[in-house]
């Protein structure tokens, strides 16, 4: 007579496998995507101050996601700034350098989770729209400093207060 397994016994034994698979990619990708995630991060620095050679980190509240001292040749050209805030669609990076003289020297909008509306609020990451802010003194103010996008003004307003409040981590920071 044929013995058979129990259900459950059959279900527990594919849902171990399964989770033994899923832990094995975990291990195998976490290194690659950590290597992936921290070039990106590098590259969105450099091209917002990008006289500088190297990036030296500094030590931040939790205002900020990351704050960074540019370096050429030793000597402090600046300083980058990431901080998320939340657009129309969801959360929205956005990375700030500026100048020795706290001058906004670049801005990168997006991040992994961007997600604002296409045609409107994803002109955010347009040239037309962060070149405004470019050699340009914060506090920033929009309408007055910077034209909003139109029809995203939700948007406009919180890369407008990202903006500042990178900056003010910056500010703060090197007092």
Same mark, same amino acid.
């Given at each position: 007579m044929k013995k058979k397994f129990p259900p459950f016994a059959i279900l527990t034994v594919i849902t171990l496998c399964a989770a033994l698979l899923l832990?094995?990619?975990?291990?195998?990708?976490?290194?690659?995507?950590?290597?992936?995630?921290?070039?990106a991060a590098d590259e969105a620095r450099k091209a917002v101050l990008s006289e500088a050679e190297d990036f030296e980190p500094l030590t931040h509240d939790d205002t900020v996601d990351s704050l960074y001292r540019g370096l050429k040749s030793g000597a402090t050209v600046g300083y980058t700034a990431t901080v998320t805030v939340s657009g129309y669609g969801g959360p929205v990076e956005v990375t700030v350098g500026l100048d020795a003289n706290g001058v906004l020297t670049g801005l990168n909008v997006g991040g992994s989770k961007f997600a604002e @509306?296409? /045609?409107?609020? %994803?002109? +955010?990451?347009?040239? !037309?729209?962060?070149?405004?802010?470019?050699?340009?003194?914060?506090?920033?103010?929009?309408?007055?400093?910077?034209?909003?996008?139109?029809?995203?003004?939700?948007?406009?307003?919180?890369? @407008?207060? /990202?903006?500042? %409040?990178? +900056?003010?981590?910056? !500010?703060k920071a090197v007092q």
């Open positions: 832990a094995l990619t975990n291990f195998v990708t976490i290194g690659p995507i950590a290597a992936t995630s921290a070039k @509306t296409a /045609g409107l609020g %994803a002109k +955010a990451k347009e040239p !037309a729209f962060t070149d405004q802010f470019i050699g340009k003194q914060t506090p920033v103010t929009l309408k007055k400093d910077v034209d909003a996008i139109s029809g995203a003004t939700i948007t406009s307003t919180a890369v @407008t207060k /990202g903006v500042n %409040a990178a +900056a003010a981590a910056v !500010a």
